[in-house]
Nanobody, 124 residues
Framework: VQLQASGGGLVQPGSSLRLSCAASGFISDYYAIGWFRQAPGKEREFVAAISWSGGTFYSADSAKGRFTIARDNAKNTVYLQMNRLKPEDTAVYYC??????????????????WGQGTQVTVSS
């Protein structure tokens, strides 16, 4: 499984960005794709995840109301739409794939495959 994250950039507060995570290789229907972010000096933080098959999704409190996760089956791509961005959203954003067994995986240890990360900087 290979994951390619893209779509980051430098934006002003209040702006929007859409991150993409393109997946290649075999991904089981029992897997989820998650987005994490890591700011300098901080631990990697869960943002949102979506199941590979059924569209079940889950997001962290910090993302609710501003971020939306979705997938495009035809393109094997998962998107993270981020609206009303704030300076505290500045981080490297990673996508990852991991088993979705009973509950949506929400910690880095639950994910097996990782993309390379894309930088998001929110600054005026």
């Amino acid at each position: 499984v290979q994951l390619q994250a893209s779509g980051g950039g430098l934006v002003q507060p209040g702006s929007s960005l859409r991150l993409s995570c393109a997946a290649s290789g075999f991904i089981s229907d029992y897997y989820a794709i998650g987005w994490f972010r890591q700011a300098p000096g901080k631990e990697r933080e869960f943002v949102a995840a979506i199941s590979w098959s059924g569209g079940t999704f889950y997001s962290a409190d910090s993302a609710k109301g501003r971020f939306t996760i979705a997938r495009d089956n035809a393109k094997n791509t998962v998107y993270l739409q981020m609206n009303r961005l704030k300076p505290e959203d500045t981080a490297v954003y990673y996508c990852a794939a991991g088993p979705h067994i009973a509950t949506m995986p929400a910690t880095p240890d639950e994910y097996e495959y990782w993309g390379q990360g894309t930088q998001v900087t929110v600054s005026s």
